[in-house]
């Protein structure tokens, strides 16, 4: 059975910085992609940036490029969002994902099918 377990969401003021963390459990993605998405109240889940589980593939959306930072650390098996220079519009809760997808980048929400339980991130102006 597939875990993904999301810590490091919390509250912090425009122009701060967290970091996400989420830990995988359960099976290997050693050949797969994993990812972040968020979803904001009133709006539909996006994605937000994802990463090639072996090799330096990643991917960040236009919203995020240049502020948010995707990484893993193999050993632990787990996936990092370092989040900088953070924006009130960055408020959402943030799931962690596992696409079973090889070869193309899944860059759209979709394309993962194991979640996490998702943590709260709130920016406040």
């Known amino acids: 059975q597939v875990q993904l377990v999301e810590s490091g969401g919390g509250l912090v003021q425009a122009g701060g910085s967290l970091r996400l963390s989420c830990a995988a459990s359960?099976?290997?993605?050693?050949?797969?992609?994993m990812g972040w998405c968020r979803q904001a109240p009133g709006n539909e889940r996006e994605f937000v940036a994802g990463?090639?589980?072996?090799?330096?593939?990643?991917y960040s959306t236009d919203s995020v490029k240049g502020r948010f930072t995707i990484s893993r650390d193999n050993a632990k098996n787990t996936v990092y969002l370092q989040m900088n220079s953070l924006k009130p519009e960055d408020t959402a809760v943030y799931s962690c994902?596992?696409?079973?997808?090889?070869?193309?980048?899944?860059?759209?929400?979709?394309?993962?099918?194991?979640w996490g339980q998702g943590t709260q991130v709130t920016v406040s102006s």
């Open positions: 990463i090639k589980w072996s090799g330096s593939s990643t």
């Open positions: 359960g099976r290997t993605f050693s050949r797969n992609y």
């Open positions: 994902a596992a696409s079973l997808r090889v070869g193309v980048f899944p860059i759209q929400e979709h394309e993962y099918v194991y």
